[in-house]
């Protein structure tokens, strides 16, 4: 049992970390715009009006790229928004980001500081249509195979409930655009109606969600 809610806490904390990427020009560049680029267009070897710009900045104190993809504890970026930096005064000068901007700001650079989240670039412009095609067989014994189909590449998160809530299965994992199919296996479970929802989540479409029912008959 211990097993079992691990396996799902799991998969749960990979999906949400899948869904959270930070996207730069959405939440990263406002922050920069609203608190630093007033001074920032070149001040001490930093400037803050771009991405390109924020990745090519080398601080006049510090002597290193102030952003070191990958290692927020690495990048003088980070330091300098906290209380207390090594070398000059906390940033922005005669203020500070709140704990959350912070937070951000380091999120990003830990995914990699991309200029937009990773693997979805393919996808961003186009709307996710996302349809149920039902499982077959059903009623089925103790296996079944859900059908799905999308117009993007998702992340998408299989919930099978008892059709008192219980949740007996969860399965998560990237799929393609097109046609696609989840094997599912209730062995060991009685027969009855079963409750399934599929939520298909990406950054460029958000979260989407479609739900079905099977019935095992043993
Ligand atoms: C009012 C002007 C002002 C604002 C606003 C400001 N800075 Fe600065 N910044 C400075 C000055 C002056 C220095 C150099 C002196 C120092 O480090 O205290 C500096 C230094 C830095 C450095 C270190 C570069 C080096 O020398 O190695 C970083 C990184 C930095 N700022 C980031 C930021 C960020 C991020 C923001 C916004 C959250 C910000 N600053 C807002 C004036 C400003």
Redesign the pocket.
């Known amino acids: 049992m211990k097993l079992i809610s691990l396996a799902i806490l799991f998969c749960i904390i990979t999906f949400t970390n899948t869904f959270a990427q930070v996207d730069y020009a959405s939440q990263i560049q406002p922050?920069?715009s609203a608190?630093?680029t007033?001074?920032?267009g070149g001040?001490?070897?930093?400037t803050?009006n771009s991405y390109s710009a924020v990745m090519n900045s080398t601080?006049?104190?510090?002597?290193i790229k102030?952003v070191s993809p990958g290692n927020a504890a690495l990048s003088?970026?980070v330091e300098?928004?906290k209380a207390n930096?090594s070398?000059?005064?906390r940033?922005?000068?005669?203020g500070s980001?709140s704990s959350e901007q912070i937070t951000l700001i380091e999120t990003w650079i830990n995914e990699g500081a991309n200029s937009v989240p990773t693997s979805i670039e393919d996808d961003a412009k186009t709307p996710l249509t996302f349809a149920l095609d039902g499982n077959y067989p059903n009623p089925f014994n103790p296996t079944t195979t859900i059908r799905f189909s999308m117009s993007n590449s998702a992340t998408v998160l299989l919930q099978v409930y008892s059709i008192r809530g219980n949740l007996v299965l969860t399965k998560n994992a990237q799929f393609g655009s097109g046609s696609n199919q989840i094997p599912v296996d209730l062995h060991g479970l009685a027969s009855g109606t079963y409750l399934y929802t599929l939520t298909a989540h990406s950054p460029s479409f958000g979260i989407q969600r479609v739900n079905g029912k099977m019935l095992l008959i043993k």
């Open positions: 922050i920069f608190n630093c007033g001074c920032h001040t001490s070897g930093v803050l601080g006049a104190q510090y002597g102030i003088p970026l300098k928004i930096p070398k000059g005064g940033m922005p000068q005669g980001l």
